[in-house]
């Protein structure tokens, strides 16, 4: 596993320089289009039945064509701010963490920047997958600790209905659309960020990527009609990989902020698929009560499940203030990132 030092560590200068950080503000944006596992019936060889009991998925969200990735993101963060009290203007960074962006380039922070009227912030997206939203509140978090920052805006935001083969069953029945933000800035000693872990490993690259759209295969009509701009997952491999690296990933994070399983008041896994979720949890000792789970009702989100889960979980009074919370995701990469939170300002 890929080594990196926990949040205390930050130093700035020839003296140590370290703030608590914490989430100060949620919010988040779903389509109202629903898909249902229903509709699905209708378009590929599956069943309610059969997605449900391989998946836990219900149902997801569909962003309207006429929409992209920054407008669910601009929504989430614009809700994010006013939960936390923060106005435009004081806002330093936006981070978005997305594998689907309105376009290559500018990133979609950018047109969030603009859009928000954050006039003064900096603007940048991460590209981790799954974890992406993970690997943003480490990096903001490290801003905000060293002084670099006061405030920073994290979000995760995916339109994975636009890299999703409707004829491939297998794929089909798994993601959804959303986006989820958090507002991060110095918190009461003890609470905040405790510890962070984010790990790689390149040789799995194969087991879950889009194919054409970049360098190496430029859209052309060949990639089309090969439909490589749609991803592509093996989904047996993928599995053992999530249910090994979501434990290992979490204890050591919980290692590094001196805690143990037995510690953790609420775990915020990525909503990929319940039975990784379960097996999880399982492994850590973790009772279902303390599992937010959202995926029955929107999918795999990618980057924004975390957010998405936390806010709903923070906004339905689970999470309180003091409460122990975990979150790990796995992805494409392959990535993966696990941090834990002492809930409170």
């Known amino acids: 596993m890929l080594k990196s030092e926990p949040v205390s560590s930050v130093e700035s200068g020839p003296e140590q320089r370290v703030r608590p950080v914490g989430i100060v503000g949620l919010g988040s944006y779903l389509p109202e289009q629903v898909l249902t596992n229903q509709d699905l019936e209708k378009m590929v060889e599956t069943s309610d039945e059969w997605i449900r009991t391989r998946t836990g998925i219900r149902e997801r969200r569909i962003l309207p064509p006429d929409l992209a990735t920054s407008d669910m993101a601009l929504e989430a963060g614009r809700r994010a701010l006013a939960d936390a009290g923060v106005t435009p203007d004081q806002v330093d960074c936006i981070i978005v963490a997305t594998v689907t962006p309105d376009t290559p380039f500018p990133s979609a922070a950018c047109r969030v920047q603009d859009r928000l009227g954050c006039k003064r912030a900096a603007a940048f997206d991460i590209n981790a997958a799954c974890p992406g939203f993970l690997y943003a509140v480490t990096v903001g978090s490290q801003m ?153 009702l929107l999918g795999n989100t990618s980057s924004s499940s975390i957010p998405l889960a936390l806010d709903q979980a923070v906004r339905a009074g689970r999470i309180k203030d003091g409460d122990v919370v975990v979150a790990v995701a796995f992805g494409a990469g392959l990535t993966w990132a696990a941090c834990v939170l002492r809930w409170g300002r």
């Open 144 to 296: 905000v600790a060293s002084g670099l920052y006061e405030t920073v805006l994290v979000i995760g935001a995916e339109t994975l209905s636009r890299v999703t083969d409707y004829q491939d069953r297998n794929t089909c029945v798994l993601f959804g659309d959303g986006a989820g933000a958090a507002v991060l800035r110095p918190v009461g000693k003890g609470r905040g960020l405790l510890s962070s872990v984010l790990g790689s490993d390149g040789s799995g690259a194969d087991l879950l990527y889009q194919a054409a759209g970049g360098s190496r295969l430029p859209a052309s009509a060949e990639t089309l009609a090969k439909r490589q701009h749609y991803l592509y997952m093996n989904g047996s491999e993928v599995f053992k990989f999530a249910v090994r690296i979501m434990e290992e990933a979490s204890l050591e994070a919980l290692a590094r902020a001196n805690l143990t399983a037995e510690d953790v008041d609420f775990f915020v896994p990525h909503q990929a698929n319940i039975r990784i979720i379960d097996s999880a949890r399982r492994r850590l000792g973790v009772d279902m009560d303390r599992v937010v789970v959202t995926l029955d």
